[in-house]
Every structure is written in structure tokens, then in C-alpha cells.
């Protein structure tokens, strides 16, 4: 949660995080109750006396089943889920030229698989539910009571025409879905709706004001970015990683990624390309943990030269192409703590490097980098990966590019 006046000075932000529960192996869950309450928690951090407008943003990817009142009807299913991959397979059956409109290869974490494994497995829910949101769609509908989303969350289901900038009707019917689940798509910058008084209450904000529709969290990071030109990459380091480079304003819709190793999503105002990896953030996280460091001391070795033989793999969590496994190879008596932690980094940005290669083999060639998220800051580590990727990195204005990006759609909803 961030809040910004109309001149850009931040005045003040919060940040309060929820458990992601895995009932089963490789299920990933959340409860939405628990964003609600993580939400109270950090408009009460961050919020001044007076606010006069909210747009949200959230992750990409998910499935919140709820009914006409808000009420879920059972845990989240969040992208890093991969229960779906028979479901996925069921894409094979379209057409060709319905798949190119979705511009993506099928992928186990898209809402579209998750749907149809719930209808598959959970029918009763399936059947009982009003509408499938987004998790920042769910919230903005707790707000304000309106269901709806925007075309950056949309074109990331699986199930929306990026051609056409709506849903895929004609996919949703050949998958056999419920059409009626799928709220009406308004543009990023678009007022949702009023702030309920009730809502309002709870959450100790004036009733009435502005929510405006937002965004998903890489069409907010690119926004605030505000990258100088062609040529320019957004890379954002959290508990993934993400390449992400806008693509040119006009001229056709790209088709999909033939590997699957690089999406294409709408933006706030055009179309990105995006390559990432989940086994960022959550690799070193784990790395301090066993090694019991914090994050200034892991950093620190960036500057350290790397010991011939050590390696660290980062595959700590499944994704696409690869289930997992990982941790340190070729350790000797010799090898320190540190050198643990140095090959830990180096392993990291090797495979952020890997997926630069992923955007370079679809044509997308970065020449600069503005770098955000965790540890873009920090001098050390923005020179190693530097080094390792063969670019020039900057680092973003603001290490809040997700909030801040959201507090920029607000901005125009601001009465004058």
C-alpha cells in the first residue's frame, strides 16, 4: 500500500504479508479473507487523514470463485498452482487461429486451465459461483460492489482475444466454460466505482471517493518505470523475476512463443512481452535462511571473485520446463560461507540471463536496463548482474513500482 499526493511525494506506505498455504503437493493457495484483513492493515499504516481517490494492482494470474455478495467460495488458486496440466492439454483441441489470438502457448498457472480443472473436480463450486476475478478484481468488487476487470489482468487468463482487446468468446465456448462468469472489461484508468459506506468503515477512508478499475502488477511496474525510449527493459525482482519489454505501440498482435518461455500481456497502454523466472527472490530468501544471513551480508559478496568449481543451481521451485531441485555443486573444505553466498547470487543472475535469452530468441533485444525490486539498490548486486547479463542496469526511481503505479491511475480519478 503506498499514498502519494498529486505532486508525487509518497506520504506514506505499508506492507503486511498473508501465508500461502499447499494442501498438496504443487497446489498453491490464499485465502481472500486474508487479503482483506492485510489490506485494513496496511491502509491503516499508510494512509493519511484524507484520501481522495484508490486504484489497486495485484498479481497476475489466479482464480477467485465468488458469488454475487463477494463471498468466496473457496481458497484462491494462485499462478504458482500446477494441478492443471490435463486441463492445460485441453487447449490442444482449438484451432489455430483461435490459439494465436490468445497470443500464449497454454500454461498450468492461467485461469483458463485452473476453470476448467475446477469444473472437472469441484463442479459444485464451479456451479455455485457468480463470477471468476482476478485477486485485485476481488478486492476492488469487495470496495465498491461492481465486478469487472481491465484488459493487463484479462490477457493473461488464457481466455481473452489480445486482437480483439475483449474476452475470447469463441474460446470460453469451445472449452465449454460458463460465459456468465466472466465480468466486463474497462480500461485501467476506468472509475469502477464509489467506495461503499460500509467499506468505507471499515477501512477508515472517506465514503464515496473514487476506485478506479487498475491493473495487473506488470502493467503498474511499467508505468511507473517511465522508461526513457526504445530499447529500454524493465527488470523486477521480487520472489520471481521478470523481464519486461514493451513492444511497439503499433503494427499487429505478435503470436505466441512457440517454447511457451516468454508471455505477451496487454499493458495500461499498449502490449509487453515478458520473460521470468519464480526462482528469484524465493532461491536467495532460502539461501539466507540456511546460512543464516541477512540480506546486507549476502549482498555483500556480490563484489567477491567467485571460487572455481562452486556453483549454485536455483531450482528451488517448480515451474515451466523444470520440476525443480537445486542447491550447491562442486563444494570443497576449502569453500566459506561467503563463497556460498557469492555463488548463490551468481546463480541467480545466470538464470536471469537465461530468460534474457528466452526475450532475445522472440526478437525482443534490450540494450539498457532499469532495474526494480529487491536489491536494486544496492550498488554490489546491480554490478554483477550487469556484468553476467552484458547491459548497462539503472536502478528505478522508487523500489515501490507496483504501488506507485497503481497511485498514478488514481490520479486522474482525483476531483479537480
Known sequence: MLCRDLSGAVLGQGAVT??????????AESDPELWWRAVQSAIAAAAPAEVAAIALTGQMH?????????????????????????EAECYRTLSPSRLAALGNMPWLGAAGPMLLWLREHEPSVYRAARWQLQ???????????????????????????????????????????????????????TVSGPLLPEIAAELGLPAGI????????????????????????????????QWI????????????????NTTLVRTTDGLCRLGGSQNVGVALDWVR???????????????????????????LVSERGNEGGGGWTGMRLAHTREDLMRAALAGVAGLLRDRLADLRAVGCEPERVLIGGGGARVAR???????VFGLPLRPA????????????????????
Do not use: Q
Not at 485485485?136 to 493487463?152: C, I, N, Q, V, Y
Not at 470460453?172 to 466454460?177: D, F, R
Not at 548486486?381 to 556484468?387: I, V
Open 18 to 27: 498473508y501465508p500461502i498455504n499447499a494442501p498438496r503437493d504443487g497446489w
Open 62 to 86: 489466479g482464480v477467485v470463485l465468488c458469488s454475487k455478495r463477494t463471498v468466496v467460495s473457496r481458497p484462491a488458486i494462485l499462478w504458482l498452482d500446477r494441478r492443471a496440466g490435463a
Open 397 to 416: 526511481a522508487t523500489p515501490w513500482l507496483t504501488a506507485y503505479g497503481a497511485t498514478m491511475l488514481a490520479e486522474g480519478a482525483v476531483p479537480p
Open 135 to 189: 485477486p485485485k478484481d476481488w478486492l476492488r468488487f469487495r470496495m465498491t460492489g461492481s465486478a469487472d476487470t481491465d484488459p493487463s489482468d484479462a490477457s493473461g487468463t488464457l481466455l481473452y482475444d489480445l486482437p480483439r482487446d475483449d474476452w475470447a468468446w469463441d474460446v470460453i465456448e469451445a472449452l465449454g466454460l460458463r460465459p456468465d462468469l466472466f465480468a466486463p472489461v474497462h480500461g485501467s484508468a
Open 210 to 241: 473514487p476506485v478506479v478499475t487498475g491493473c495487473s502488477d506488470i502493467a503498474a511496474s511499467l508505468l511507473a518505470a517511465r522508461l526513457p525510449g526504445p530499447g529500454w527493459a524493465l527488470l523486477t525482482l521480487g520472489t520471481g523475476g
Open 245 to 260: 519489454m514493451p513492444l511497439p505501440v503499433l503494427g499487429p498482435v505478435p503470436g505466441p512463443d512457440p517454447t511457451g
Open 381 to 387: 548486486w546491480r554490478d554483477l548482474l550487469g556484468e
Open 289 to 315: 535462511g540456511v546460512l543464516g544471513v541477512t540480506w546486507d551480508e549476502l549482498y555483500a559478496t556480490a563484489s567477491r571473485p567467485a571460487r572455481d568449481g562452486l556453483e549454485f543451481v536455483p531450482w
